[in-house]
């Protein structure tokens, strides 16, 4: 490090190295300056230069302001980041038809309308972490070692051991995404993301500056990973696979041996995985769902999960990162880096954390059973029903709380695509849908089957009739 005056300020230079760490217990891990000043990271300019003033605060290295007029712009982070549902929905005519009860259909928060309260358990729970006042303070960045111990001991099987030090705990599941990406990708780098797939990953990585190459699901075949599509996409940039088991849209759950062949790509390419499995264990009676990570023991893997779909409290904001890095790829950068970017901000809620081991020890296995029948019975009504009504495939799922339909657009020529189509169902129906192009996934829409069943049934009668009135014979079966 070298120094010199400039003005009323010094030039730090810094080598590089001035980050030290000490791993997961979120302390000590800010490089300081000879003034105790924190200088975390390599450099504000890139160049590795700070100034710092004589008072120790840092600033850019040209001081004086230019300019004469005010000019505030959002920033390029802010501009890059986009919501694909936000962009399709906000631009879609919502307006009901007023004869008609809205049914919304496209929302996923399985709380909206009051049908799927949590556990008795659940709640007590948090108001015993209330009352005890032990949890109005700030946690550890990464949570606190107690409750990462108890997601541990809850997620922990022989195949795939886990300890708390293996545990961060964040806000929600989203944010267990954001430094999962953030932690394993440059700029320039890309990551490959299922298509239709949840739009939060590439929300997040376009507004890093990753490039996100979709890999396609097969509907013919339960919403499978086109392996070979996969492979094609890997180049020297690709920095993180994004498997999401059970899916969102799809409602589809891999079979183990699928999951050993998405498990054998990622293997052969050395590409570390990054599992989505918030909907774990969230899958019909007769249906499996191992973890990614007890199937592979040289795959480093990181699980992303949280609260809210399994224990229907999404407002909650409870997540976590689960680390499999049984054969030490990861290393201890990686949990270092997580640990870094984990103190950006506290984020997961200190109350909460309090009420995890409660949640986790006292829930009863009938309130996950009760949920999932509930699910697997609004699936099957809306599956068959829709499955009789022309020009609609709808696709069964095997677990979490969708079911996605293919519109034979052939059928429609009405409407231009999927955005149109759910559109008008609003208009004559209402009845709203997610169109999937939302997903990257055109001539799709997705059904969240979280609401009310004669909800589920009244909304059905109400897709046919329309599909009734707009479907027509396409050209060539007129002319036979
Ligand atoms: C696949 C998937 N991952 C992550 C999330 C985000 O979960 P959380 O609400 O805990 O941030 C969702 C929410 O819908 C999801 O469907």
């Not at 659940?122 to 972490?129: C, F, G, I, P, R």
Request: include cysteine; glycine fraction near 8%.
């Amino acid at each position: 490090m070298s120094s010199r005056m400039d003005n009323k300020s010094y030039v730090v230079q810094m080598n590089g190295n001035g980050v030290h760490s000490k791993g997961l217990n979120g302390t000590g891990v800010n490089g300081k300056s000879a003034n105790g000043q924190s200088v975390n990271g390599k450099s504000l300019n890139g160049k590795g230069f700070h100034h710092v003033n004589v008072n120790g605060s840092l600033y850019p290295a040209k001081a004086k302001s230019r300019r004469h007029m005010w000019e505030v712009k959002p920033s390029e982070m802010a501009n890059n980041t986009l919501n694909p549902i936000r962009a399709i929905v906000d631009g879609m005519k919502i307006t009901p038809n007023p004869e008609k009860p809205m049914i919304a259909l496209s929302i996923g928060d399985p709380t909206v309308f009051g049908n799927l309260p949590t556990d008795e358990t659940v709640l007590q729970a948090l108001k015993d972490s209330i009352d005890s006042q032990k949890y109005n303070g700030y946690a550890p960045s990464v949570g606190y070692l107690k409750s990462r111990q108890v997601v541990a001991n809850f997620y922990s099987c022989p195949e795939a051991p886990l300890d708390a030090e293996d545990v961060i705990l964040t806000s929600g599941c989203s944010q267990a995404i954001d430094l999962c990406i953030s932690v394993l990708c440059n700029p320039g780098d890309n990551i490959l993301v299922p298509c239709p797939g949840f739009s939060l990953y590439k929300t997040l990585a376009v507004s890093m500056g990753i490039e996100v190459k979709l890999y396609n699901l097969l509907p013919e075949k339960s919403w499978e990973v086109d392996l070979q599509h996969l492979e094609s996409l890997i180049d020297e940039r690709t920095s993180c696979l994004i498997v999401t088991n059970p899916s969102n849209p799809c409602g589809s759950v891999f079979t183990k041996e699928h999951l050993q062949q998405i498990l054998k790509v990622a293997s052969k390419h050395c590409l570390p995985i990054l599992a989505d499995e918030i909907y774990s264990d969230m899958v019909f009676p007769g249906c499996s769902c191992p973890s990614m990570a007890s199937l592979s023991s040289s795959v480093p893997i990181l699980s992303c999960g949280g609260l809210a779909k399994r224990w229907l409290v999404p407002g909650w904001r409870m997540g976590w990162i689960l680390i499999h890095d049984r054969n030490d790829i990861f290393g201890p950068e990686i949990r270092q880096g997580l640990v870094k970017l984990s103190q950006r901000i506290l984020g997961a809620c200190s109350i909460v954390q309090g009420a995890l081991e409660g949640i986790f020890n006292n829930t009863p296995p009938s309130f996950y059973n009760s949920t999932i029948s509930f699910l697997k019975s609004n699936s099957e009504i809306c599956f068959n029903e829709l499955s009789t009504v022309p020009g609609l495939n709808p696709v069964m799922p095997s677990g979490a709380m969708y079911l996605m339909v293919g519109i034979d657009m052939d059928h429609f020529p009405e409407f231009k695509n999927d955005v149109d189509f759910t559109e008008r169902l609003v208009i004559d129906q209402s009845v709203f849908c997610l169109p999937a192009s939302a997903f990257e996934y055109p001539n799709f829409f997705r059904i969240v089957v979280t609401v009310p069943e004669e909800m589920m049934v009244e909304a059905c009668v109400r897709i046919r009739e329309f599909c009734q009135r707009y479907y027509r014979p396409r050209s060539c079966e007129l002319d036979q």
